[in-house]
């Protein structure tokens, strides 16, 4: 089974502590070694959800939005970034160079197309900018593509 993540970045530590624990109980539920996450990479949902995939024997696939994609994230998500992008079993990536939201919803359009299922750690509310989670949501859906949102009960950001 391949199943993508896509999910609001900068949650505060308890809704970070609720998110990681749904989305360890969505990875339990698929056996050990059945199950391949692709993900961006970036910090957030789609790094807790890549180490997960890995922790529960999985592998994982990375989207690379652009070539700039890395200098955009956070400097110290670069480590984190760069071990899980070495553990990879495949990278495809977008061929843009800028990172903006038209590369990271190119990246997104990737992840869709390439999975089952999409992961969305999403609050319901319309995106902040273009590519953010509520569009990725509404491109899966258009695509398809079926879309379980994981969001903590009574949670905001």
């Known amino acids: 089974m391949r199943v993508g993540i896509t999910g609001h970045s900068g949650l505060d530590d308890r809704t970070e502590e609720r998110v990681r624990a749904l989305l360890a109980e969505t990875v339990r539920a698929y056996g050990p070694g059945e199950l391949v996450g692709v993900s961006c990479l970036a910090d957030g949902p789609d790094v807790w959800f890549a180490e997960t995939v890995l922790d529960h024997g999985g592998r994982i696939e990375a989207v690379i939005p652009a070539t700039a994609y890395r200098d955009s994230l956070p400097t110290w998500h670069h480590p984190v970034y ?52 509520a ?22 950001r």
């Open 82 to 133: 760069d071990r899980l992008l070495h553990r990879a079993a495949d990278i495809h990536a977008t061929g843009l160079t800028t990172s903006d939201s038209h590369a990271h919803m190119a990246g997104s359009e990737i992840i869709v197309g390439l999975v089952d299922e999409l992961l969305a750690v999403w609050d319901g509310k319309p995106a902040r900018g273009y590519g953010g989670t």
């Open 135 to 156: 569009d990725v949501v509404a491109y899966a859906q258009r695509q398809g593509t079926p879309v379980r949102v994981l969001w903590p009960e009574g949670a905001s």
